[in-house]
């Protein structure tokens, strides 16, 4: 069973300008969740969708958006882009509503 | 106070120890707890969760849940080289869909 993939891996930006992250879930997956990893504040929650709904989300500014498709893989943009939105962007996925969450390779961002 | 507190470590284990770390969380309605292992460079890998007060066992790895003292710990029996890595110690609750609230992580080393 394949697991969860994140695009792309890396990608450099500069700041004003905006980027869109992928994710495809595990198969069968219906919740997708995006977390933050930076070294200074750790792992944050950004948003989860589920069922293409979003059903819950941290506290980050508007610039950061997702939305998720019918078939289940989601998108994560953030807009603006600014110096501190460095940090590896990672998206999980669960069956449902508790169960374990799976992470992705993660996409690393750079803002110059 | 961090919702979910973890010592930062260094853990510094001979290899063939026990290794255990401990993580304590402020919510008393959190209900789902995992851990998870983080390889430098590398996103998280869910290795234990565990739902229920008492003990739960996976190979070498042990999960202890005390919801009373709010208190979750994991056990690493037999600890090897390959077991150096950051644990990450997450808790949810129904009420918050499935956002993962995260620790800062135990940085563990295994000396050969």
């Known amino acids: 069973k394949a697991g969860v993939t994140q695009t792309p891996r890396y990608l450099i930006k500069t700041r004003g300008q905006q980027v869109t992250l992928s994710c495809s879930p595990i198969?069968?997956?219906?919740?997708v969740s995006w977390y933050q990893q930076t070294p200074g504040q750790g792992l944050q929650f950004l948003f989860e969708?589920?069922?293409?709904?979003?059903?819950n989300k941290g506290n980050f500014p508007g610039r950061f958006s997702g939305r998720q498709f019918s078939n289940s893989r989601s998108e994560m943009n953030v807009s603006t882009l600014e110096l501190g939105d460095s940090a590896l962007y990672l998206c999980?996925?669960?069956?449902?509503?508790?169960?374990?969450?799976?992470f992705g390779d993660g996409t690393r961002l750079s803002i110059l | 106070q961090k919702e979910v507190e973890q010592n930062s470590g260094p853990l510094s284990v001979p290899e063939g120890a026990i290794a255990s770390l401990n993580c304590t969380y402020s919510?008393?309605?959190?209900?789902?707890f995992f851990w998870y292992r983080q390889y430098s460079g590398k996103s998280p890998e869910l290795i234990m969760s565990?739902?229920?007060?008492g003990d739960k066992e996976d190979g070498r790895f042990t999960a202890q849940l005390n919801k009373a003292s709010q208190y979750v710990s994991l056990l690493i029996r037999d600890s090897q080289p390959s077991d150096s890595a950051t644990y990450l110690c997450?808790?949810?609750?129904?009420?918050?869909?499935?956002?993962?609230?995260f620790g800062g992580g135990t940085r563990v080393l295994v000396k050969p």
């Open positions: 999980a996925s669960s069956s449902d509503g508790l169960g374990p969450q799976h």
């Open positions: 198969s069968g997956h219906r919740s």
């Open positions: 969708y589920f069922s293409e709904t979003q059903r």
């Open positions: 919510d008393r309605g959190s209900q789902s």
């Open positions: 565990i739902y229920s007060n």
């Open positions: 997450a808790v949810s609750k129904e009420a918050a869909g499935n956002k993962l609230t």
